[in-house]
Structure formats: structure tokens, C-alpha cells
């Protein structure tokens, strides 16, 4: 738990300071507001510019609230709470399209994106933060109850098999991100960056220009590999670094592999996705993350609105896709791009 509170802790000072020293054009420095708070299980931070910036970020964080409740797994009232517990509910239609959302990208990963992992990640203890390492019976039992294609929709009504419960987590940030900058554009806002985690979204540009968006390095926290330029759009990050506690100098990470019921070893440590749509590019950065490299650089292939950053175990940075990625001076890491 401390470890978890210290990371959490640490990752919101770096990710203040990343906003205030990566982001900040000095005109644009003037009229500039911020708002930062604690939801969804993550540090959450919304820069704003121009003149309607204070009063569209209230009304940005009361959404990233309303979002919250709808989500959480833990909160009693929360719609997937009550289905996790009763198995089938009719729900609101906000909701059920992210399932149906998320069930299209578990087929288009091969279910590398599964939000039918939840009672492995909870085996973990990744949702109590009350960690263990699970026996191999124990993960054989919980992989019965995996399996996207057994969540059933039918008009707003969801239904899941016998023991089954689902976690929007690796979807349900992005997602906040998109609505976030739908508030904001409707109060009057065409410039923001929306951070939650490690889920960015712009807002338009920055007087006109790209955003600098910093990669964090996996291995050395503090560090970067490397920033990306663009514009409204979403840059969000999976890693294991990001979530994880050791036993016997193991570390156990929070993404799971939904086919062996184990932490995903696909030889990636961080994976960016760079995609227009938050939503998407959070599933898709969880699944890049357990379905690897080879796979990352196909989908990026056969979908052109998608483009990703990979770092793997090997100090390699691959750039794959449409983006405008720089490396940093000095790097130790070695980097390829493939278009
Ligand atoms: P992210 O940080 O977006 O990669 O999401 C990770 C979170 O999603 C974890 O903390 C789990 O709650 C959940 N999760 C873990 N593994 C998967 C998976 N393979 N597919 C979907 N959700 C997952
Ligand atoms: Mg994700």
C-alpha cells in the first residue's frame, strides 16, 4: 500500500511538473488556469486556456466525477458494481456502449484487451491494493471466469456468465479524457491538456502550434525518451512501472495476459498510443502491452489512425506509425522508426 501511495504520489509531482515546464507557451502562460484532484484511482490534472478556462474546469471536474460513479468497482452504487454483483442489469446507455466499445477491441486484439479480467486482477489484489502472488490453481480457477465473448448485450441490458465480472479500468480513463474535452469545448475552452495518469488528451493546439508531449522513460522514472508533437488527439501510456509490488525480487505488474491469468511478458515495458480517440487509445495501450511488439506494429499497420511509441526490455524504442516523435540527446536507449 505505501508503495503504492509513495508512486502515486511521486507520479503527481512529475506530472505537474511536466505539465508546467513541457507545455507552457509564455502568452499562453497568462491566461492559463488549472485544476488538479484525485479520481479514478488516479492523479487527475486539466490545463485550460483562454478566458472561459475557470468555470469550464469546474465543469470538467464534476464530469470526470460523474464518470467516476458510473465505473468504479469499488463504489457500491456504481453501475458495474451492481452488475459485477447481480450478473445482469439493464444499465444506462453511457455504460453499455463502453462495454459494446470494449468487446470490439477485445476482438480486434484477439482478446489481448479483455475487461473480463477483473477477478485476476483482483487475485493480485491490484483493486484493495493488498497484494499477493496467486498459486497456479488459484489462477486456473479464475481463468474459467475470463472470456469477453460471454458478456452479453441485449438493448441496455448486460449480462454476465456465472462468476464473471468485469473492470473498465484500461479503458474508462480515456474515455473521462474525451468527455473532458467534450465539457470543456462546449464552456467555451479550444485549448486544454487533460491528464489523468498516464492518459493525456489535447484540446486543439497551442497558439496554433503542437503540443510537446514528454514519454517517460520506464526504467528511469525521472527521466524521458523522448517527446511527441501533436495536436488534438490523445498520447496515453501503459507501463509496467506504472502499477506493480515485488515478492522475492519479482516485480508483479497490473496489466494481465487474459490467456495465462499472469502479469503480461510480452517483452514491452511501456507502450504509447497516439490516436484521436482517448477511448481507443487506452484499450489499445493495454493490449499493445500483453499482445507485444510484432502485433503492435501490424494493427498500426492495418489501422492508420493509430500510431505508438514501444520500448521494450531490450533498450529499444520503436516509432511505428504517423507520428512526430524526438528522441532525447544522449539516450541509451536505441531507436527505430518504422512508418
Ligand atoms: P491501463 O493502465 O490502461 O493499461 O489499464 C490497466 C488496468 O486495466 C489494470 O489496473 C486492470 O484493472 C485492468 N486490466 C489489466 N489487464 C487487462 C487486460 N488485459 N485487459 C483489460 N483490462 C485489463
Ligand atoms: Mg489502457
Redesign the pocket.
Given at each position: 500500500m505505501s508503495r503504492l501511495v509513495s508512486k502515486l504520489a511521486l507520479l503527481s509531482v512529475l506530472s505537474l511538473i511536466f505539465l508546467l515546464i513541457s507545455c507552457d507557451g509564455a502568452k499562453n502562460a497568462q491566461n492559463a488556469k488549472s485544476i488538479e484532484f484525485f479520481a479514478m484511482d488516479t492523479f487527475i490534472s486539466i490545463k485550460a486556456y483562454g478566458e472561459n478556462a475557470e468555470n469550464a474546469l469546474n465543469l470538467a471536474k464534476q464530469e470526470v466525477l460523474r464518470i467516476e460513479s458510473m465505473f468504479s468497482v469499488t463504489d457500491e452504487n456504481s453501475e458495474i458494481y451492481q452488475l459485477n454483483q447481480k450478473k445482469s442489469l439493464e444499465l444506462s446507455a453511457e455504460v453499455v456502449d463502453l462495454i459494446a466499445k470494449s468487446n470490439q477491441i477485445s476482438q480486434a486484439t484477439n482478446g489481448?484487451?479483455?475487461?473480463s479480467?477483473?477477478p485476476l486482477?483482483k487475485l493480485y489484489g491490484?483493486t484493495q491494493s493488498d497484494y499477493r502472488v496467486p498459486s497456479d490453481a488459484e489462477i486456473a480457477q479464475m481463468l474459467d471466469f475470463v472470456g469477453y465473448q460471454d458478456i452479453i448485450i441485449n438493448g441496455n441490458a448486460v449480462t454476465l456468465a456465472e462468476n464473471m465480472s468485469i473492470?473498465l479500468?484500461?479503458i474508462a480513463?480515456g474515455y473521462c479524457a474525451d468527455k473532458v474535452a467534450e465539457v470543456l469545448q462546449k464552456n467555451g475552452v479550444n485549448s486544454a491538456i487533460i491528464s489523468l495518469g498516464?492518459n493525456i488528451r489535447l484540446l486543439g493546439d497551442k497558439n496554433g502550434e503542437e503540443f510537446s508531449i514528454a514519454v517517460r522513460d520506464p526504467i528511469n522514472e525521472q527521466g524521458y525518451i523522448g517527446s511527441i508533437n501533436t495536436k488534438n488527439c490523445a498520447v496515453v501510456t501503459?507501463g509496467a512501472y506504472?502499477?506493480y509490488f515485488e515478492e522475492n525480487g519479482v516485480k508483479y505488474h497490473?496489466?494481465?495476459?487474459?490467456q495465462t491469468g499472469r502479469c503480461a511478458d510480452s517483452g514491452l515495458i511501456s507502450v504509447t498510443v497516439i490516436c484521436a480517440d482517448s477511448a481507443v487509445a487506452?484499450a489499445v495501450?493495454?493490449a499493445f502491452?500483453?499482445a507485444g511488439a510484432d502485433f503492435a506494429k501490424q494493427y498500426c499497420a492495418e489501422n492508420d489512425d493509430i500510431s505508438a511509441v514501444l520500448v521494450d526490455d531490450d533498450n529499444c524504442v520503436s516509432v511505428v506509425g504517423n507520428v512526430d516523435f524526438e528522441p532525447i540527446d544522449n539516450s541509451a536507449y536505441t531507436y527505430i522508426t518504422q512508418k
Open positions: 489481448a484487451f479483455d475487461i479480467v477483473y486482477v491490484f473492470d479500468g484500461a480513463k498516464g501503459s506504472q502499477r497490473h496489466i494481465i495476459n487474459s487506452d495501450a493495454t502491452f500483453v
